[in-house]
């Protein structure tokens, strides 16, 4: 488990420690009060953006002038706890600075020790969202089981830019240079796509053993941008040239993948399900996908499930289901709301903080 987590100078806590964690953790307090900025400041122990996916010296405090630092102590079932940090400076507020153990590291590998996911207000409309929000949550969801997709989706990213950057060129290089260029768009392309194929195949695994109710289940499918091969990708690369040259961006590769989401029950795309059948979709694979984290695919690193607002808008029913799934998942679990009311059902077992004007206090 992360215990005492610290956030200094981060958003609207100044100096804010949470001690004493457990299993199932909550943090109440009103709208604005600073909950999901603790949720947002864990979510930096994972490679990545962070939930809010905020620039770095966004999440500085006002007035801050040494940058902003988050800091837990993670219990490691493999030896010994290992002290995590991540944070900014004055002098490069917008570079991330990660240690382990005191010791410079990077946010990479930052994934070798905590496997972490969440479920945001914010992601309530991903199925109706465009496609690169969908791809964006594959690839989240695909770091938190296999960590060196991070590295991978950068090395794509890095070739990409070159590809583009060539045929808007002017001047665009003989087949040779791009031939090379579009190699290595090639290979990290056919990485890229086969974990976020293997990533849709464990979820829909998962999925196939969770009941129809009381959350909806929804049908996953990978739908490709491009062949899965390096051989077949290069291949295409080199034949659509001319037209990506007159589009003068690739039109072709995982930078076009597409998660197709359909509600099980219903046989219809999950964007036209109604809010609360697309929330219970969401909910249906965020529990799936934490599922995953403390299987044998997560590589046995500890699992933590960020849960934002999520029981704001469940009736109790539902409320209730949620929570015994929560109490079978292995990892850690955060949870938010505005009130304990909602969280009666795990009040008793749960580490709990008031959380006003970015200070937390214990329940």
Partial sequence: MLDRITLTGFRNHHGTTLAGTRRINLLVGDNGAGKTNVLEAVSLLAPGRGLRRAALPDMAADGSVTGFTVSAQLSHPAGEPVQLGTGTSAEQPGRRLVQVNGAPSSAAQLGEWLAIAWLTPAMDRLFADSAGAR??????????????????????????????????????????????????????????????????????????????????????????????????????????????????????????????????????????????????????????????????????????????????????????ALFDLLRGFAGQVWLTGTEPAPFDGVLAEAAGWQVTAGAAVPL
């Fill in 135 to 320: 791809r964006r949550y594959m690839d989240r969801l695909a770091v938190a089981l296999h960590p060196g997709h991070a590295a991978i989706a950068t090395r794509y990213d890095r070739a990409l830019r070159e590809r583009n950057r060539l045929l808007a060129s002017p001047d665009m290089p003989e087949g040779r240079w791009l031939d090379a260029v579009e190699a290595q768009l090639a290979q990290a392309g056919a990485m890229l796509g086969a974990t976020r194929a293997l990533l849709v195949e464990q979820l829909g695994t998962a999925l196939a053993t969770m009941p129809d109710a009381p959350f909806a289940r929804p049908d996953l499918a990978y739908a490709p941008g491009g062949p899965l091969t390096a051989e077949a990708l290069a291949a295409d690369l080199a034949r659509h040239r001319p037209r990506d040259r007159a589009a003068q961006r690739t039109l072709i590769g995982p930078h076009r993948d597409d998660l197709q989401v359909t509600h099980a029950a219903k046989g219809m795309p999950a964007a036209l399900g109604s809010t609360g059948e697309q929330k219970a979709m969401l909910i249906a694979l965020t529990l799936a996908h934490a599922g995953l984290l403390t299987a044998e695919a997560a590589g046995g690193r500890p699992g933590v499930l960020l849960l934002d607002e999520v029981a704001a808008h469940l009736d109790p029913l539902r409320r209730e």
